[in-house]
């Protein structure tokens, strides 16, 4: 790779310098992140009771969203000298000032899930008669 093209891929875009938005939104809104969060807002848990809190998600999917999380400091992972040792998850303060709108998003979602079907029943049933 020539140095100008190496110097142009080693910028950070604009979209990051401008705005940071797009990089948080993809950290919070991922399929299971929210939902980790959201969890863990009632305290800390363990990876069991994670699991079993979050419907559908997969062991793999738990680990790999609480290490990201993890990794971008808005959890904690605490492992405790117990036999066999207990590991918990927390929440870190970063979290604090988005936990209320978090919540209320999740709300929102379960009580507009109907409505959401609903309009989108009646979109594809229209899709299939010519426009």
Avoid: H
């Amino acid at each position: 790779m020539s140095q100008r093209n190496a110097q142009v891929t080693n910028q950070p875009t604009p979209a990051t310098d401008d705005c940071p938005l797009p990089e948080v939104l993809a950290l919070i809104g991922g399929k299971w992140s929210a939902q980790v969060l959201v969890e863990l807002g009632e305290g800390p848990r363990r990876f069991t009771q994670l699991e079993r809190a979050i419907t559908g998600i997969s062991r793999r999917m738990l680990t790999v969203s609480l290490r990201d999380l993890e990794r971008n400091g808005l959890v904690t992972r605490t492992v405790y000298p117990d036999s066999p040792p207990r590991v918990e998850y927390a929440t870190t303060s970063l979290i604090e000032d988005i936990r209320e709108p978090l919540e209320a998003l999740t709300n929102w979602a379960r009580l507009a899930a109907p409505a959401i079907t609903a309009a989108r029943r009646a979109y594809d049933s229209s899709a299939d008669s010519p426009r």
